[in-house]
């Protein structure tokens, strides 16, 4: 996606165009045009969160019948090895014949598509939104965040441009993809944080508020939203974290930089087992044996290796004395092969969830080899290298390790650990397929959160 001026509020008419913008007072024109657009940034961020909690609440109740009501209607263990394959291999041949044969096909492939990315039509919306509950039912790794905000942003787009037509499409892109974040994570930091990078990068006078203001609106909304209707929190229950030992400081450095040259390692060999799938040509083979491969590791990892990861994350903490050290390095590795194969086999998806269980599987696995490393600091560090690798966010990934722990006081940590780990990342291939005719739609580094729809 561009990141030109078009869609800034202070191009719209009236506000000027040229010349120095106090930073400490914007022009009044200014302030008329962000509190004009208020109203719809307001109603973007609500529809954003309705849309999420819809299509997360008919992809509960289809999870429900797959995993719960039907295995237990025939007397079938649903934690069995074989029910696992069997339920992954036919999700996978169910999104196959979707992108296949249903209009609209899906979508643009996620592999291929940045988190924030152009409108796409209508017509494609209903084959987006089926492939995406499916996936989300049947258990493959993959979020809900890429294709939740394309789907709000074709629709909104449509929306916004009818009931306020002067409004820039390009400023409802961004707004939209704000508003969506603020309610995949139940709070506008999230937001704040992602979009400091992208709106700071635009080339238009005024400060930077100034350029945050409607984009943070639309976030709270959609966070306010998703209070109200009981969204998940990201914290796990773990021992509390009260005061940093220097010993600390060192062992977040070093599990922030495993767990990212892990992700770096997914990176490197995306593309290339994208390309040997893609050489099957038709969606319903290539999706249908990723569903295969899914359903084998399903079946060696169990149930703890399924879904997005976000309730299978706090099991696996809460569970973490069960589970040998051989056990744990298992689920990291059976977790990491799942998410390459679910974003690369053609799943409609995002990676940053998984990446966020993967990483703290990884931090899990540290506090199991070395006792001494707290477990808030290891779950925290792990979380914070994964999802930087993945998402190439340091924001969202500073975000995310706290969030997960629930403790402020990891915060100085994680501020020292992601650098050596950034520069670990910041030469390494990133999780996406680029093609020559995606050159000109690609956004700035910064809104590069994971893939998309």
């Known amino acids: ?3 030109n001026t078009a869609g800034s509020p202070e191009a719209a008419p009236g506000s000027p165009s040229s010349g120095p913008v106090p930073a400490d007072k914007p022009p009044a024109s200014t302030v008329r045009t962000l509190v004009r657009l208020s109203l719809p940034a307001i109603i973007i961020g609500v ?3 309705l849309v999420l909690w819809a299509v997360e609440e008919v992809a509960a109740l289809l999870e429900h019948g797959l995993w719960d009501g039907l295995p237990h209607a ?30 609209g096909h899906g979508g643009r492939d996620s592999a291929t598509t940045e988190l924030i990315a152009p409108a796409p039509a ?16 049947g258990g493959v790794s993959l979020g809900p965040e890429g294709p939740i905000i394309a789907i709000n942003t074709g629709i909104l787009v449509w929306l916004i441009g009818r009931l306020f037509p002067k409004v820039p499409r390009q400023l409802v892109v961004l707004i939209v993809a704000a508003g969506t974040i603020g309610a995949l994570f139940g709070t506008p930091v999230a937001a704040a944080l992602v979009f400091t990078g992208v709106v700071g990068a635009l080339k238009m006078p005024g400060a930077l508020w100034d350029k945050l203001f409607l984009p943070l609106v639309s976030a709270a909304a959609g966070s306010i939203t998703m209070m109200f209707l009981g969204h998940p929190s990201f914290a796990i229950a773990m021992p509390a974290y009260t005061a940093i030992a220097p010993w600390d400081l060192l062992s977040a450095v070093v599990v922030a930089a495993v767990s990212a040259a892990l992700g770096i390692l997914a990176a490197t060999v995306f593309p290339r087992v994208h390309g040997a799938f893609r050489m099957l040509r038709n969606p319903l083979l290539y999706v249908g044996l990723g569903g295969v491969i899914l359903g084998v590791l399903g079946a060696i990892g169990g149930p703890i290796t399924l879904f997005k990861g976000l309730s299978q994350m706090a099991q696996l903490v809460g569970e973490r004395d069960q589970l040998t050290v051989g056990t744990l390095a298992l689920i990291v590795a059976v977790k990491v092969v799942a998410l390459v194969i679910s974003a690369a086999a053609g799943f409609r998806g995002g990676r940053i969830f998984p990446a966020v269980f993967i990483g703290a599987a990884v931090g899990v696995l540290a506090n199991a080899v070395l006792p001494g490393i707290p477990l808030p600091v290891a779950v925290a560090a792990g979380v914070l290298g994964m999802t930087l690798a993945i998402s190439r966010d340091g924001w969202i990934a500073l975000f995310v390790g706290v969030a997960v722990t629930g403790s402020v006081v990891v915060l100085p940590l994680l501020c020292i650990a992601v650098l050596p780990a950034w520069l670990l990342v910041s030469r390494a291939p990133e999780m996406i397929v680029h093609h020559p005719e995606d050159a000109p739609a690609q956004p700035a580094p910064a809104a590069r959160a994971g893939a998309a729809d």
Do not use: C, E, R
């Open 1 to 3: 996606m561009s990141t």
């Open 47 to 49: 529809v954003s969160a």
């Open 74 to 103: 025939l007397g079938i263990d649903p934690d069995s090895g074989w029910w696992i394959f069997s339920i992954l291999t036919t999700t996978g041949v169910a999104v196959g014949l979707v992108l296949w044969l249903v209009p």
């Open 122 to 137: 209508l017509a494609v919306l209903p084959s987006l939104l089926l492939v995406t509950v499916l996936g989300l039912a």
